[in-house]
């Protein structure tokens, strides 16, 4: 069973940056595929980036394309979200996604373990 501990939410002003860290607890997580989630309150759940297992693919949602980039590393078994250039939109609370496949899609059913999640509000 793999554990999933997200860290790094905060609040922050609009332009502004963070890191999401997620750790996971088990070795078996370098052959993960992985992403991030995001739900802001009163919406669905909604796919923002994911990458393979060897970190040589990601995907992002168009919305934050330039933004964002999802890295991975697998020596400390960690993946993260940099978010640079923060909008007021991106405020919800963000999720750690893991699935045994070495790639994952952007769909949540998809995935076979989930992290806390972790806050993120950007203020204007």
């Known amino acids: 069973q793999v554990q999933l501990v997200e860290s790094g939410g905060g609040l922050v002003q609009a332009g502004g940056s963070l890191r999401l860290s997620c750790a996971a607890s088990?070795?078996?997580?370098?052959?993960?595929?992985m992403a991030w989630f995001r739900q802001a309150a009163g919406k669905e759940r909604e796919f923002v980036a994911a990458i393979n297992w060897s970190g040589g693919s990601a995907d992002y949602i168009d919305s934050v394309l330039g933004r964002f980039t999802i890295s991975r590393d697998r020596a400390k078994n960690t993946v993260y979200l940099q978010m640079n250039s923060l909008k007021p939109e991106d405020t919800a609370v963000y999720y750690c996604?893991?699935?045994?496949?070495?790639?994952?899609?952007?769909?949540?059913?998809?995935?076979?373990?989930w992290g806390q999640g972790t806050q993120v509000t950007v203020s204007s």
């Open positions: 088990d070795r078996t997580f370098s052959s993960y595929g």
């Open positions: 996604a893991a699935v045994r496949a070495g790639y994952g899609s952007r769909r949540y059913a998809g995935y076979d373990y």
